[in-house]
Structure formats: structure tokens, C-alpha cells
Nanobody, 119 residues
Framework: QVQLVESGGGLVQPGGSLRLSCAASGSIFDIAATAWYRQAPGNQRELVARISSGGTTNYADYVKGRFTISRDNAKNTVYLQMNSLKPEDTAVYYC?????????????WGQGTQVTVSS
């Protein structure tokens, strides 16, 4: 069983920075891809960034150049460094880990951490 625990959310002023962390239990972290999603009130959950087991990254257009996803396989942890934060970045951020076994995708989710960007 995989458990994901996020930390690092909070209140920050526009233009500020936060770093989110997501620690994973279990033994599949280094073969799984990981991602960060977010969900603002009234909106659907949307992909923010993802990183493959090999380190390939992808970002949503609205965070390119501001957010950086990284992972430390030795610590079973994925990070999201968020810079130049905007009020529209306010949302609950969710850590996601996924992998394919025999063509079937399995997803694991954290409980979410609130990020609020406001002056």
C-alpha cells in the first residue's frame, strides 16, 4: 500500500514562494511517475506538473517558468517549488503517484495541502 503525505502549503503574498513536499511510503516510488495537481473551489482538478521515474518533466502552461517539480528517490519524496505566486494559484494541491502494471494504471493520492496567495 502506498501512502502520500504532503506538506509545505500555507499563506503567501503575491510574488512569494513556497515549496511543497510529498513523502511516499512503500517500495514503488523509484519506478513510478509522480505529479502535482491542484483544485480551486468550483473548478476541476487540474495537472500542474509531473515528473517521470527517469526525471522527465512536464508543466502546465500557466506555471511554466515559475514552478519546478523535482524528486529525490533516495528519500521517496517529490517536491514542487513555486515562485512568483499569483492569487490565481490559490488551490488545494494534491500529490499523485502513478504507474502502469500490465497496461493498467494505478493512481495514489495525497490528502492535499492548501496554498493561498493573498495580500
Amino acid at each position: 500500500q502506498v501512502q502520500l503525505v504532503e506538506s509545505g502549503g500555507g499563506l503567501v503574498q503575491p510574488g512569494g514562494s513556497l515549496r511543497l513536499s510529498c513523502a511516499a511510503s512503500g517500495s514503488i516510488f523509484d519506478i513510478a511517475a509522480t505529479a502535482w495537481y491542484r483544485q480551486a473551489p468550483g473548478n476541476q482538478r487540474e495537472l500542474v506538473a509531473r515528473i517521470s521515474s527517469g526525471g522527465t518533466t512536464n508543466y502546465a502552461d500557466y506555471v511554466k517558468g515559475r514552478f519546478t517539480i523535482s524528486r529525490d528517490n533516495a528519500k521517496n519524496t517529490v517536491y514542487l517549488q513555486m515562485n512568483s505566486l499569483k492569487p490565481e494559484d490559490t488551490a488545494v494541491y494534491y500529490c499523485n503517484l502513478y504507474l502502469y502494471r500490465a497496461g493498467v494504471r494505478s493512481d495514489y493520492w495525497g490528502q492535499g495541502t492548501q496554498v493561498t496567495v493573498s495580500s
